[in-house]
Structure formats: C-alpha cells, structure tokens
C-alpha cells in the first residue's frame, strides 16, 4: 500500500522500486506535497489525527476532477446517518456540545472546560459517544454541573434543543445517556448468555428483542434460494401497534433528508461519468435509495464489481455490520478514489493467479471454489473518506460482501496508498519496535522487509483472503450473528498469513527472498499477542472484530505451539516478549487453523466459532496488559489514527462552467467538524 512497486521478477526488483520512488517523488512534487507536509495535526486523550496527501490529483482530467468533487459531497452527506446509526441520542449531544463549544463566553482556560473540549473531539472521532474500537461509552472527565452550566448560559438561540425543547428538558433527556455509565453503556454488546438486542445502544432497533428480530428474518429466508438478498442490511426494526416492522433507509423513508442530498450529488457525479459502465453503475445505485429495494442493491453491486476500467472509483451506502450485534444492519460509508496506476501492478499478480491460491489452500477441498470468478485487485489514492471510513479510516477494502455474488461475479480489493503513507510518516522514529521486538534479528528484518510484507499481507488479506471459499449449500451469511465478523477477519488473516511464506510469491517477485515473510509473521503476533492491548482499557474484554481476529490467531498458535516452543512468551528484565523459534511450524499452525475457521463458516458451525472467539480472541490477562499499557505509555505514542479530510472548491468561468477543481489541506481537525456540522446536517435531531 506504500508506493514501493514489485514487478514480476527478482532481478528487476530494486530498478522498479527505485523507479517507483522517483515517480513517486515526483508526483508528490507537481502536487505541492514535499518534506514540509504536515501530517500531524492534532492529539488528545488516546487518538492522534493525520492528514493525508492526495498525489496524483492535479495530474487528473478536468472531467475526473469533477465526478471526484461531486462524489465527495455525496460521501459528506450522509456524515449524520451514521451519527444517528450510532445512538438515537447522538445528534442531540453532538449539536448542544457544539452550540456550547461556538456560542459558551465564559472562562476557557479552567481544567473542566479542556475537558470538555476533549470529549467533544473523542465524539467527533468515534462518531457518536461510544469509543469507535472499543465500543465503551465515553465517559466525560468534567462534572454533570459543569455541563448544566455550560448549556444553560449559552443564549437558548443559539442552542439546538430538540423539537422546540427548553434546555431544562433537553438536559433531562440527555443527561443520563452522558454521564451515567450504567446507561446505554455499550454501542454493540457481544456478551454471550444477555439480549444483544435490547443491551446494545445502537439505533438499529428499537422495542424488539432479540429473539423477535430472529423470528421476524427467519420468516422472509428461503434455504433454497442461491441468490438471496441481504436481509435487514437497510433499515431499523420497531414495533408498530405491536407488530414487529421495519424502518426502511430510503427516500420518503427513514433518514429521508439526507439520503435527497446524497442523491442529487450522485445524479451530478452520474453526468460526468467516465464510462456507460459507470454511469449505469451510478444510476443503479441511484435507484436502490429512491426504492430501498434490496434486489435493486445487489444489481448495483454485480455492477460495481464488474466495473474493472473507471480510474476514478467509489463506496457509497449502507455496507459492513460490524456495529451490528446480529450482523446484519449495515452502517453508513463512503470513500472517493482513483487508481494508482504504478503500485497496482503487484495486486494484479496476485488477481492474476488468484485460482492457484485457491487451489492450493489448506482448507477441505469441500469448502474450495472450483472456479474463482471476476477477483480484481488494486492500489488506490483515496480523495476523501467520509461516514464509517471517517474520521478512523481502514487501509484496505474488498467488496461486495454478498457470498452468492463472490460466487457468481468475483470481488473488488482494494489497498490505500495515501493512508498507510501518512500513517508511515507520522510513525517514523516513534521507538515502538525497540521496545517491544525481542532482539536486533528482528529490528533488522523489520527495517528490511517490514513495509513490504505488511502491504502484501494486507493486499493478500483483501484480495484473495475475503474472496476464497464458499458456503455449503443452505448455509445463510448471518448464521454467526456477531462472531461472523471476528471469523471473517480471521479468516482472511489466515489465508494471508500462510500465503506469506509460500515460495510461489518469491517465484512471482513479490517477495525478494524466502526469508522476507518472518516479518510479518513477527509483528503479527507481536501485535496480536501484545501491544493491540494497548487499545483496551484496564479491566475490559476485547471488543472490535478485528482485535479479537489478531488476539485468536496468536493466541491459539502460541497455546497449539507450546509443546514444541514454535513461538513463545518470554520475560527478560522483567519485559516480556514474543520469541518466534521455528516459522515453518509457525506457517503449519497458521494453516490448521485456517482450515478449521474455513470449515466453521462454510457449514454454519455457531457453536464452534462461539467456542474459538471467546477462548481466544476476548479476554485480557490483566498482567500482562498493565506492563504493556505502561512500557507504551512512556513512548506518547496516541493508539488510534484518525484523518482530516482535504478540501475541493469548483472553479467556475463566468457563465458557470466548471473549469477546475483545487485542492488544499489547510483545514485543522476542529474547523473541519465544524464545518460538517453546519453544511451537511439535515436530520432531525432524534430518529
């Protein structure tokens, strides 16, 4: 995902990477990025915010300029969708913490006071007052009182209170979601034996049980439908009159406001469409939110899939349920893109044999496709990140999630150059591997083969990981409620993993050598073993999917390895490390587990997969995670990342004719939330 290029042979490896560089230098240069780009731009409390270059941009057509401007309002748009997905009291707190923040003339120098301005960034980057990865509410470190009378001495004018509401009856309404933690305490509750439905505080249902959202999507399933649609991927379940029902996400419907503007800057981006593909592409999806039609959804995916040419790419909608607690409401997203022409040519290998992998899988040969359809790869420049893609960004995507059309129609990977270049950057000299790596060996290899195996892990992990195997008939996509996203990371991980070390990436010259692979195989159980956790508060269970995806792996490899020592815990000067003592054993390991997750999702196996993510993948040996917490904590590295987005302005002659679009990264992370705020919120305040 960084711009290093690895062309289809050792020998010419380091002439392309050196190429690589110069072109990339040079980009960079004709966009105005050089050494003097900031890419910090702010910290506080656990989060530190990026800002990323978009090379490339000012080298594109006039005409792709302007789908990206219109795309990118599209991607604005729906900011307030995902808040309200989030928590139905989200959009209340956010604006009264913003009315406060813009409109408050008293004293901002006190403690109380940067406390607040604290909680008001941490909302802003979790979308929500919920911890964007650990799924905890955010608990304020000002007082209840302070807040009162901060909300009560701004000019009520100047507030918005909620359907005319005096500021007495909003702080009535919100107070309690805010400050008590026994309130709403969990955005997604995956805790085995309680109601996930009625104990998560998410807004994707509301007045149901658990078992009332089972019984209401079993009733609409056909066992033996080979395409179904994705079933409660856009809409909210309520109870009408007592009758379970859904909300649908739509035009007329619910978030109605939004999803009009939404639409009507995709009729834009439509009309300046690069090709027929595209454009009907973007009609497609068009249709889909003025119907909310979920057969309609998956012809715009089969679509977009197929969609191989465009330069300029997108996501726009209502796509991953990883907020979810049945694994099946999908929230808000999108992301604006264009190709990297030169990086792409390592995800095209890969594409390119993408059957080879497949058939040389460790998994049953049951549970293989016996013909890998449409797997297309590449690495892409992302032009704004918008919805669950922002301010928290993930550095590679692979879509649709719909099995039947992986089958049918294939997959579309991508990696993000820019992303995980600005997370590079912002990272140079932080001296986390000197703390954590066990010895030089492993500092050396990291230095040497670090970026390289890591962007192919994550090429593999999206291109092929995500897109191989397949369902046993009769299996539904949902059966493993909220552990089918862990499993699916997991599984995809794994694919990776094992691939890694295969000498047929050396044969391809996307490694140099059969040693290269160690260092993904290190930091990846460095990190999924150890220092993940510094993202869990003391005293808390691992939450986010792809946390526990990386603490099942290394944990179960390091407990399956103990009798031969292939990797261990170790403790020297009171620190302790992971010591890798035999990779081949350690790929072997990778591989039976893969086989067995593979085997967990293609029959529908609940109770297996329960039984592998709660043994591995949630709890904390609280020992080991406070020596953690502390050796980080002197480093003042920030855990999280988050991003500010760049700013596009049209320019216009005269008549109104657009003639360019600009580019520029001088907005900070506080205007730019402000901004949002006052130019894309449309909702009402509760839904």
Known sequence: MKKLIYMLTTLFLLGACTNGKQAESQQMADDGIDSTFEYKVDQFADIEILRYPVPGFNSLSLGQKEMIYYLSQAALEGRDILWDQHNRYNLTIRRVCEGVYENYMGDKSSEEW????????????????????AEDKIMPQFSQDFFVKLVKSVDPGRMP???GMAADETLEEILPVIFDPTVMPKRM??????????????????????????DFYNAMKDPADNTPVSYGLNSKVTKVDGKVTEQVWKL??????AIERIVGWLEKAAAVAENDHQKQTIQTLITYYKTGDLKTFDDYSVQWVTDTTSHVDFINGFIENYTDPMGMKASWESMVNFKSIEAS???????????????????????????????????????????????????????????????????????IDNITLAYAKASEGNGFKEEFMWSDSELERSTKYGTLTDNLHTDLHECLGHGSGKL??????????????????????????YYLADPKLVELGLLPDSEAYKAEYYTYIMNGAMTQLTRVQ??????????????????WV????????????????????VVVNDYDKLRNLFGQLLAEVQRIKSEGDFEAGKKLVETYGVKVDPQLHAEVLTRYEALNIAPYKGFVNPVYKLVTDEGGKVTDVTISYDENYVNQQLRYSRQYSVLPLKN
């Open 538 to 555: 003391p005293g808390k269970n691992i939450e986010q999917a792809h946390m526990r995806n990386r603490a099942l792996i290394s944990r």
């Open 252 to 257: 007329g419907g619910m978030y109605d406001k």
């Open 558 to 577: 390091i407990e399956q390895g103990t009798a031969d020592s292939v990797v261990v815990m170790t403790v020297r000067d009171n620190k302790t490390y």
């Open 189 to 214: 509750n995956q805790t085995p034996g309680t109601d996930i439905v009625k104990t998560s505080a998410v807004n994707f249902y509301e007045g149901v049980t658990q078992q009332e959202v089972e």
């Open 472 to 497: 046993l008939p009769g299996v539904s996509t949902d059966v493993l409620q909220a552990y089918g996203s862990p499993l699916e990371e997991t599984r995809a991980d794994l694919f990776a993993l």
């Open 345 to 415: 040519k390592r995800t095209t290998i890969i594409s390119e044999n993408a059957q080879w992998f497949e058939d040389n899988s460790p998994v049953d040969d049951r549970f293989k496709k016996e013909e890998v359809k449409g797997v297309s790869a590449k690495v892409i420049t992302a032009a704004i990140l918008g919805g669950d893609c922002y301010p928290a960004t993930p550095i590679g995507i692979n879509l649709p999630n719909a099995d039947w059309i992986r089958r049918d129609h294939g997959s579309k990977s991508v990696t």
């Open 114 to 133: 940067k406390q607040f301005e604290t909680y008001l960034k941490q909302i802003w980057m979790a979308n929500g007052i919920h911890h964007h990865y």
């Open 161 to 163: 209170f909620r359907d």
